[in-house]
Nanobody, 125 residues
Framework: QVQLAESGGGSVQAGGSLRLSCAAS????????VGWIRQAPGKEREFVAA????????YTVSSMNDRFSISRDNTKNTAYLQMRGLKPEDTAVYYC??????????????????WGRGTQVTVSS
């Protein structure tokens, strides 16, 4: 079982950048796909990006792949979400999540078994 903790959220102006981190513990990190999912107020959770255990495969929502990129460093048991060109509509709580054995597409929010508590990202215009 893996435990996840997000960090790096905050308040930025439109056009700014943030890098979110997801620190993992409790299990062999490289065994897990990691995903980033966000939830804006009053909206359902939305898949953002995912990365395979060895980091070779990444999956990013097409509408965000020119601004967001996912990566991981298995030597540090940490995954990252680099966000650039932030917009007010990117305001949400961002969660990292993990699964060792996905039974459905990792681009869906319900593919994940383990979740962090989330980090707030607020983008002002």
């Amino acid at each position: 079982q893996v435990q996840l903790a997000e960090s790096g959220g905050g308040s930025v102006q439109a056009g700014g950048s943030l890098r979110l981190s997801c620190a993992a513990s409790g299990s062999t990190f490289s065994n897990y796909y990691v995903g980033w999912i966000r939830q804006a107020p009053g909206k359902e959770r939305e898949f953002v990006a995912a990365i395979s255990g060895n980091g070779r495969n990444t999956y990013t929502v097409s509408s965000m792949n020119d601004r967001f990129s996912i990566s991981r460093d298995n030597t540090k048991n940490t995954a990252y979400l680099q966000m650039r060109g932030l917009k007010p509509e990117d305001t949400a709580v961002y969660y990292c999540a993990a699964t060792a054995t996905p039974t459905r597409s990792v681009m869906t929010t319900d593919a994940y078994d383990y979740w962090g508590r989330g980090t707030q990202v607020t983008v002002s215009s």
